[in-house]
């Protein structure tokens, strides 16, 4: 759940061209530039992508794709009003930004169940939500975390008002709990929860499945806009099956993707990478026929249960939240062999 303040590199900058029929006879409106803005640095959540990227799936559909890491205003806002193309969000954040009308529409799950948690060093004794009473929370920054400790501290009758949050942006985590700044922070386990491995750190992992008080949700998810899906959803089909090819070569050559987002992603903790990466993929399509699948229940199920606690102010209409139908009329395309040999 680590976020970041950095500005977007990029911006959209979608061609103009004629519809055309592709060979299939689907309406296909020519080439296009588009922009995925990402949630926070790259990071195994992101290797599909990055996967279709170099192994040129986007190409092959026409696509030039530009990856931009998150601006000032969130993904939401930028997904929503056409600043980008597509994003990578949360379904907890989609849920808050539908409730202000902001036009943003969920169209694959990265990982079919929630990997995030509340991660501690053993020495803060942190093992339930109860025992953040009194501790240092190293916050991001966005309205969805008071409102998920809120409800998870009420669940487990502790008091929220007992935490106190300290903003730390994009400082490493790690840092943090060195320097004292904070005793826990909102993780990806298969992330930041390796690299505790890869460090030699004993955490406490609270995990959100593990516990009654909040259903299982989606997270992280890819997002697009409501204006993009009217007027341009070949585009739309074209990115999500280009992403899709993405993933299943992550889910069937872990090792290899993991090479693939080493090579494409500047700056990145390799050591992290080559960790992360098998750990993640047997979970994106875990438990679901395909690759990015989402049900409409579970996103029923979150927003009611916002509503319930008093999270937010009225239950969505989920199937404006979420649109499936362009996972389920992505084909399957036989994958190549692995780029950097047998795995």
């Known amino acids: 759940m680590r976020l970041t303040r950095r500005r977007a590199l990029g911006a959209l900058g979608a061609a103009a061209a004629i519809p055309l029929l592709s060979a299939c006879g689907e309406e296909h409106s020519g080439p296009a530039s588009v922009t995925v803005m990402l949630d926070w640095v790259p990071n195994t959540n992101h290797t599909g992508l990055y996967v279709a990227q170099s192994k040129g799936y986007f190409a092959e559909e026409e696509l030039e794709v530009t990856i931009v890491e998150p601006g000032t205003a969130g993904v939401e806002a930028a997904v929503g009003s056409g600043a980008a193309s597509f994003g990578v969000s949360y379904q907890e954040a989609v849920t808050l930004a539908r409730v202000e009308d902001v036009p943003v529409v969920s169209i694959a799950a990265v990982i079919q169940h929630n990997t995030s948690g509340f991660a501690s060093p053993v020495d803060r004794r942190i093992r339930r939500p109860k025992d953040f009473e009194g501790k240092k929370y190293g916050a991001f920054g966005s309205d969805v975390e008071r409102q998920v400790l809120t409800s998870l501290m009420e669940c487990d009758g502790g008091d929220v008002n007992a935490i106190e949050f300290v903003d730390i942006g994009f400082t490493d985590p790690f840092v943090a709990w060195e320097r004292g700044d904070v005793d826990f922070v909102w993780i990806f386990e298969g992330w930041t929860g390796v690299e505790a491995q890869l460090r030699g750190v004993e955490l406490n992992f609270v995990r959100m499945t593990d516990l009654d008080c909040v259903p299982d949700y989606y997270t992280p998810v890819y997002v697009t806009g409501e204006q993009l899906i009217a007027d341009r959803p070949d585009v739309v089909k074209r990115w999500t099956r280009a992403v899709k090819r993405g993933y299943e070569y992550a889910i069937k050559y872990p090792e290899d993707a993991a090479e693939i987002l080493i090579a494409n992603a500047e700056g990145i903790n390799a050591d992290l990478v080559r960790l992360s990466q098998p750990w993640l993929s047997p979970r994106y399509a875990e438990d679901a026929d395909r690759w990015g699948d989402q049900s409409q229940a579970v996103w029923d199920a979150y927003s009611n249960w916002m509503v319930a ?28 062999t692995p780029t950097h040999g047998p795995i």
């Open 309 to 336: 606690n008093g999270l937010q102010s009225r239950v969505i209409n989920t199937s404006e939240a979420m649109d499936n139908s362009f996972i389920r009329d992505a084909p399957f395309v036989p994958l190549p």
